[in-house]
């Protein structure tokens, strides 16, 4: 399993577009094969710092996924509304696999 962490740098003043960007996202991403953890939008600290996150089985099925995602209806619209509304400065992917599993104490220790 792989967890996609998309970084962005938002306009402070569009923290309401990004906001009606991630609810869309939030129906679009499952429905086309993708495990949405969630988005997160700025609240204290940095206003400009906000995250998309999900998991893929692999890399080939994020491929697969991003496929289906520019096909479906929501997705395309939403992928229109970023360019329109330019509330997305920057975006950024890493792919993190998890490293501390399983979670809990350890008995041997």
Known sequence: ??????????????KAQFEEYARNWGQAIPRC???LIGYY???????????GIYNVASLADYEA???????DPLGRKNYEFAQ??????REDR????????????????
Request: proline letters at 5%; one cysteine or more.
């Open 1 to 14: 399993m792989l967890t996609c962490i998309i970084r962005y740098q938002i306009d402070p003043t569009k």
């Open 33 to 35: 094969g993708a495990d």
């Open 41 to 51: 939008a700025p609240h204290e600290g940095s206003s400009t710092l906000a995250y």
């Open 65 to 71: 996924y991003r496929a289906r995602l520019s096909a």
């Open 84 to 89: 329109k509304e330019k509330f997305l400065l």
């Open 94 to 109: 890493t792919f993190l696999k998890l490293a501390s599993a399983p979670h809990g104490a350890r008995k041997d220790i």
